[in-house]
């Protein structure tokens, strides 16, 4: 697709690492609240969720629209904590690895999720899948010394009680 190698080779650039930070996550965020999260305006070249994580030191809800690649099988998402190329991890990896019970929205459903940071040959076989996916991230893991933060996210069980004691809420992860 013409459309999608252009888009790449767009996301690959210093330019976009600089403007896309500050315009993407605002639009995204505006839209999928106009249209009750059923809309991510950046799902149209990669799926995406709204990850809501509770901030590492504040402890309030923050809410990131990020694109993901959904598991094979239906039963979980990879995120990327590529930063768009810039030089430090995004915040809500941090968070994240802080408190790794979270929320995500997809496709318009609510879902308990608890994120796993993958290390060694899991993270290796992971990376390679998601190159194969997004080869932009090999242009970003290239322009950064930090090795690039990738979540394994899965449904949490229903009613089994998160982090904060609360149960959770029945999960659908069916994309």
């Known amino acids: 697709m013409i459309g999608v190698r252009l888009v790449q ?11 896309a ?21 950046s799902a149209q070249m990669l799926p995406g969720v709204i990850l809501t994580a509770t901030g590492a030191r504040s402890g309030v809800p ?10 094979p099988d239906g039963r979980g998402w990879t995120l ?20 790794p ?17 993958l290390t060694g040959e899991e993270r ?13 991230y090999a242009t970003y893991q290239e322009r950064v010394e930090r090795e690039i933060r990738v979540f394994r ?3 949490r069980t229903p009613g089994r009680p998160d982090r904060s004691g609360r149960p959770a809420r029945p999960a659908d992860p069916a994309p």
């Open 9 to 19: 080779k767009a996301s690959s650039t210093r330019a976009f690492a600089k403007v």
């Open 80 to 99: 990327v904590g590529s930063n768009f190329g810039r030089t430090g991890h995004p915040a809500w990896t941090a968070n994240l690895l802080a408190r």
């Open 21 to 41: 930070p500050r315009v993407i996550p605002a639009l995204d965020r505006t839209v999928h609240r106009l249209t009750r999260g059923k809309v991510l305006l």
């Open 124 to 136: 290796a076989a992971a990376w390679q899948r998601l190159l194969d996916f997004w080869p932009p």
């Open 62 to 71: 923050r809410r990131t629209p990020l694109a993901c690649m959904p598991e």
């Open 101 to 117: 019970d979270a929320e995500i929205s997809w496709k318009g459903a609510d879902i308990p999720v608890t994120a796993r940071l």
């Open 153 to 155: 996210l899965t449904p």
